[in-house]
């Protein structure tokens, strides 16, 4: 009896602890991380980009869009996107297709300027 009991207990704690430890949310306004620099280009980012996710999956929402059933699409590096990011201010990359684990990169005048990167295997309230 003992034992269940213990087991009652250090299930819950067990995975709460795992959630709070696995949970990311970190801003860069400074210095490099996640192999990507603050003041890199948006070239030397996307070069980065490959590097850091070729043979990955790695889902970017999907500009062409119809529907939310076709909301994110995997990269494609052999596509040419690198000009479709070229354009963009802000780039959103996601690990999963439930859209929990995330990389974004913010652009000032061609320059990176914050990463924020954003893991959590729960949903806050």
């Given at each position: 009896?003992?034992?269940?009991?213990?087991?009652?207990?250090?299930?819950?704690?067990?995975?709460?602890?795992?959630?709070?430890?696995?949970?990311?949310?970190?801003?860069?306004?400074s210095g490099s991380a996640y192999g990507f620099?603050?003041?890199?280009?948006?070239?030397?980012?996307?070069?980065?980009?490959?590097?850091?996710?070729?043979?990955?999956?790695?889902?970017?929402?999907?500009?062409?869009?119809?529907?939310?059933?076709?909301?994110?699409?995997?990269?494609?590096?052999?596509?040419?996107?690198?000009?479709?990011?070229?354009?963009?201010?802000?780039?959103?990359?996601?690990?999963?297709?439930?859209?929990a684990s995330s990389l974004e990169l913010y652009?000032?005048?061609?320059?990176?300027v914050e990463i924020h990167r954003k893991r959590?295997?729960?949903?806050?309230?």
């Open positions: 009896m003992a034992k269940v009991a213990l087991m009652l207990i250090a299930i819950p704690i067990v995975c709460v602890a795992f959630l709070y430890l696995s949970y990311i949310n970190d801003y860069v306004r620099r603050i003041g890199a280009s948006k070239v030397e980012c996307y070069t980065a980009v490959e590097r850091e996710f070729r043979g990955k999956n790695v889902y970017i929402v999907n500009p062409t869009r119809k529907s939310t059933a076709d909301f994110l699409r995997k990269i494609d590096f052999d596509r040419g996107e690198h000009v479709m990011f070229y354009s963009l201010d802000r780039w959103d990359f996601y690990f999963d297709e439930r859209l652009f000032e005048n061609d320059s990176l959590a295997y729960f949903e806050f309230p």
